[in-house]
């Protein structure tokens, strides 16, 4: 494994917060790395390497000077060209839009900033970010997968989770609403965390334009990181999460404490197939040996689907919801009746109040994060809305965490209770010891 590359971000912050390693070392390295693997992939679709260098400098002479220093103090990282970042193109890969250049930073990006983040680019992203399977747009063309070029990263975050899994990034910063974060970091063999929904603002994530408010996405999208390990999910969320604007002067935010701290103590509900959305032999198998290395570990396991939720009917709900959203916003006259919308309302909330019982037996969901290993760029695209839609649609906390390969990355999906995403992040950093993690992929560039 190429050094310090392929650390992960928690590793690469201890390094730097310890003086093992500059700050302006480690951006020079990304930056150059990125020279030479990104025109392959294409993940990575904008770079300030000035100011990323300038950032770093500032990083460095802090800490000469013993100031206290940040949780990312130094830590080179990308955002999805979907946020806003002072001085960047934010398009959303739409050539209407390829002339905007944000004048402020998002609450994510600003957050981060001040975690001490060195912010040096954007990824790319599926145009409009309407897309789970391909990450291709006009504006930048079409991102690869790293561990084939031949093969789809996923979208709408498939920069993003290039980028992680060549090395380009030590942390990205992505959004889902049907996937988004889940599938592209199944595909790339990362990391990827949809936190619960409203845990971090949206402001500032959003396309321009007169219509475009981000309180829209608000009840359907999350924004969330992707990462090498799960600790650096549990890392980013700490410095992203709690609420903006005029709710911060009334609510105070923190992260739930996990309900076990030794993996021999989980309840995991395990569910590895339905005849509505049935995974290939290569993705069941390498997700039926996770489960089986899991209870030789000691972990509980509970077969089937809890009693009381109803998947199809909870995933065309969702997808009834995601198609009325963009028919919504892209003007479309065949927008559903207000009737319609106040029962989908009503479905969503049945849903929470299902899960909300279903968590009080276990502790976590694994079930798969996509049906398939990464497809071909060319070819037809597979269904992938079934597995990703329950947590969606319940606004529950969901990773992905790599539990395998077959020659391409395999992905688990691990939902926890609602607000207790520290839940699932433990327990995909437990299940990591013995179902095997992050490992970089063979051909990255």
């Known amino acids: 494994m190429t050094e310090p590359v392929f650390q992960s971000a928690t590793e690469i912050a201890a390094r730097l917060r310890a003086g093992r390693l500059s700050a302006r070392e480690l951006a020079e390295l990304v930056l150059d790395r990125v020279d030479a693997i990104n025109p392959a992939v294409n993940a990575v679709v904008e770079v300030h390497r000035e100011a990323a260098l300038q950032a770093a400098d500032d990083a460095d002479v802090a800490l000469a000077r013993g100031e206290r220093v940040e949780l990312l103090h130094g830590v080179p990282m990308t955002i999805k060209e979907s946020f806003q970042v002072s001085g960047m193109r934010s398009t959303w890969g739409n050539p209407d839009f390829a002339g905007f250049v944000a004048d402020r930073d998002a ?91 409203g845990t971090v603002p949206l402001g500032g994530f959003q396309p321009p334009g007169p219509r ?95 009693e009381g939720v109803d998947p199809v009917r909870q995933a065309e709900s969702f997808g009834f919801q995601v198609r009325q959203f963009f028919a919504f916003h892209g003007g479309d006259p065949d927008f559903a009746p207000v009737t319609a919308v106040v029962e989908q309302h009503r479905q969503r909330m049945a849903a929470r109040a ?76 437990l299940a990591a010891d013995v179902i095997g993690g992050f490992t970089p992929p063979a051909v990255s560039g």
């Open 212 to 306: 475009s408010d981000p309180s829209d996405l608000a009840y359907l999208s999350a924004v969330g990181p992707m990462a090498r390990s799960a600790a650096d999910l549990r890392l980013a969320l700490r410095v992203t999460a709690g609420p903006d604007g005029p709710d911060a002067k009334a609510y105070a935010w923190h992260l739930a404490p996990p309900r076990r701290t030794r993996l021999a103590d989980f309840r995991v509900r395990v569910v590895l197939d339905h005849p509505a959305a049935a995974v290939t032999a290569e993705v069941g198998a390498a997700l039926s040996d996770a489960v089986d290395a899991l209870a030789a570990a000691g972990a509980k396991i509970v077969p089937g689907w809890p």
């Open 354 to 429: 299902a899960w909300d019982r279903y968590f009080s037996e276990v502790d976590v969901l694994l079930c798969p994060a996509t049906r398939t290993v990464a497809p071909p760029l060319e070819g037809p695209s597979p269904e992938l809305g079934f597995w990703i839609s329950h947590a969606s649609l319940a606004g529950l906390p969901a990773l992905t965490a790599p539990v395998g390969r077959t020659g391409l990355p395999v992905g688990a999906q691990i939902v926890g209770p609602r607000h207790e995403d520290d839940t699932a992040i433990t327990f995909a950093e």
């Open 107 to 197: 609450v994510v990006v600003s957050r981060l900033r001040s975690a001490g983040a060195v912010l040096f680019g954007t990824t790319n992203v599926a145009e409009m970010l309407a897309d789970v399977v391909a990450c291709a747009n006009p504006v930048y063309g079409r991102t690869v997968n790293p561990w084939d070029h031949t093969r789809s990263p996923g979208g709408s975050t498939g920069g993003g989770a290039a980028a992680v899994a060549a090395g380009l990034t030590f942390l990205e910063y992505g959004s889902d609403l049907a996937g988004s974060i889940r599938i592209p970091a199944a595909f790339c063999g990362v990391y990827g965390l949809k936190p619960t929904a």
